[in-house]
């Protein structure tokens, strides 16, 4: 077995020998690639300066779609506000319309009552001639009185606006003429304190040794 053993040993050292390789042959070539490493170094800087740039817009994205958001939002809230104004707005209308026809309902029956009293406070002769000329000549007396007591009752308080009107005018003359006055005496106390200084200081050079003191005008 070891003789064996020993034969299979020397065939396969002499089949390594035979099956060894030969020398390899290759062309000189540059390795690393086609680029240098200062155009690498470039290329490098370029993405990191794209990845940058990518990431920023994406952020400058996301902030504008947020605002773009919030202002909708804003929109949304502003529209509703203006819904709401506007259904006041119509409710207020709508109130004050009723609160219109109220106060024509309430003016039409005043003013028949106006009619009807100044109907009955005609004297007897009147009343005779107008009930026999007729219902037209009735109604038309009673709008003549209405409006006469209507135009009575403008002209007074037309008047009583005149009378305001000139106790304003009144008062504010009166007013002008007291600062008119007071900025007078203010004007002439100043002078004379001008003037009086003005003597003093005349009489101290005039008279050094006077027992006038300063400030005294005699």
């Keep these: 077995t070891c003789s064996v053993a020993q034969k299979e040993l020397n065939d396969l050292e002499r089949w390594k020998e035979e099956h060894r390789p030969g020398p390899v042959k290759l062309v000189p070539q540059r390795l690393g690639g086609k680029e240098s490493e200062a155009q690498a170094r470039q290329k490098q800087q370029m993405m990191l300066m794209q990845s940058k740039y990518q990431q920023k817009h994406k952020r400058e994205q996301y902030v504008k779609a947020k605002k773009a958001a919030e202002e909708a939002e804003i929109l949304k809230k502003k529209a509703i506000q203006r819904e709401k104004a506007e259904r006041l707005e119509v409710k207020k209308r709508q109130q004050e319309m009723q609160r219109r026809e109220v106060f024509l309902e309430d003016q039409y029956y005043k003013t028949n009552e106006l009619l009807n009293r100044l109907d009955l406070g005609l004297p007897k ?18 709008s003549h009185t209405y409006k006469q007591a209507l135009r009575e009752d403008e002209n007074r308080r037309l008047e009583e606006m005149k009378q ?10 009166f007013k002008q003429k007291q600062e008119e006055e007071a900025r007078t005496r203010a004007h002439q ?4 304190r001008v003037n009086n200084a003005f003597l003093d200081r005349l009489q101290n050079k005039t008279q050094p040794n006077s027992i006038y003191q300063p400030g005294y005008s005699g």
Aim: charged share 40%.
């Design 164 to 173: 305001e009107q000139r106790r304003k005018a009144e008062l504010m003359e």
């Design 189 to 192: 106390n100043e002078q004379r």
């Design 125 to 142: 002769s009147d009343s005779c001639q107008i009930a026999n000329r007729g219902p037209e000549s009735t109604a038309w007396s009673r």
